[in-house]
């Protein structure tokens, strides 16, 4: 059964990881990597990657992206989201917090926060505006 609005939208709110697709490139399948995302009901998502990575090339070569979140309990359930890209702006601590705010316990944030600024070089926030929308709740499978 496909989800509400309102239901898909709270449920890709939840910190889920995605799996994050784009266009590969010419003779490439998609590039498909996990990713953590932040997203609030009627608002853009947005996510952290590398300015050099082959995902932010990939990127800003499509204009666009899209992301995949599911569960399997307690009923089997997807939200599926694309759009286009709507800004890409150097990330900073605190967007870098902010996400790992999202995924981890609150005793962990700071630790992971100083480990990403040394170890993940110079980061970027893109930023999509949900167009597309494929949802489901399979029930219990």
């Not at 090339?57 to 899209?66: D, L, N, P, Q, W």
């Amino acid at each position: 059964m496909a989800l509400s609005r309102e239901e898909r939208e709270q449920f890709l709110a939840e910190p889920h990881v995605a799996a994050l697709s784009v266009d590969g490139g010419a003779g490439r399948a998609p590039l498909t990597v996990p990713i953590w995302y932040q997203y609030e009901p009627g608002g853009d998502v947005w996510v952290l990657t590398g300015l050099h990575s082959r995902k932010n090339e990939r990127i800003k070569a499509a204009g666009r992206f899209s992301l995949m979140v599911d569960r399997l309990e307690p009923t089997v359930r997807y939200v599926s989201v694309e759009g286009p890209v709507v800004e890409t702006v150097p990330a900073t601590v605190e967007a870098l917090r902010e996400m790992a705010a999202r995924y981890l316990p609150a005793e962990k944030v700071e630790g992971y926060v100083d480990f990403a600024r040394k170890s993940h070089g110079e980061q970027i926030v893109v930023r999509m505006r949900p167009e597309r929308w494929v949802s489901s709740d399979l029930g219990s499978v």
